[in-house]
Nanobody
Framework: QVQLVESGGGSVQAGGSLRLSCLAS????????TGWFRQAPGKEREFVSG????????VYADSVKGRFTISRDNATNTVYLQMNNLKPEDTAVYYC??????????????WGQGTQVTVSS
């Protein structure tokens, strides 16, 4: 089992930045790819970005390419999502999830509780 806790959400104006953190605990000695997802009110959850265990592979949704950057620090069991040039349509609850490999990162096997991001125009 892996436990995940997100932090770093908040309220910003359009064009602003936030950095989300996902802290893992539990079976962190195992290697996991990690993904970020989001769910806006009335919408389905969508994949945002993913990173492999060693950080060598990353994937992004088209809607965030060039604005969001995913990274990880395995020494502290933390995955980050740097979000720049935020838009009102980025408003959502953001979740991180762990999966065995980057190929399965969109599946999400272990989930955090989420952190709210609100972008005002």
């Amino acid at each position: 089992q892996v436990q995940l806790v997100e932090s770093g959400g908040g309220s910003v104006q359009a064009g602003g930045s936030l950095r989300l953190s996902c802290l893992a605990s539990g079976r962190t000695s195992s290697s996991y790819a990690t993904g970020w997802f989001r769910q806006a009110p009335g919408k389905e959850r969508e994949f945002v970005s993913g990173i492999s265990w060693r950080g060598r592979s990353t994937v992004y949704a088209d809607s965030v390419k060039g604005r969001f950057t995913i990274s990880r620090d395995n020494a502290t069991n933390t995955v980050y999502l740097q979000m720049n040039n935020l838009k009102p349509e980025d408003t959502a609850v953001y979740y991180c999830a762990a999966s065995p490999t980057i190929a399965t990162v969109r599946r999400g096997d272990y989930w955090g509780q989420g952190t709210q991001v609100t972008v005002s125009s």
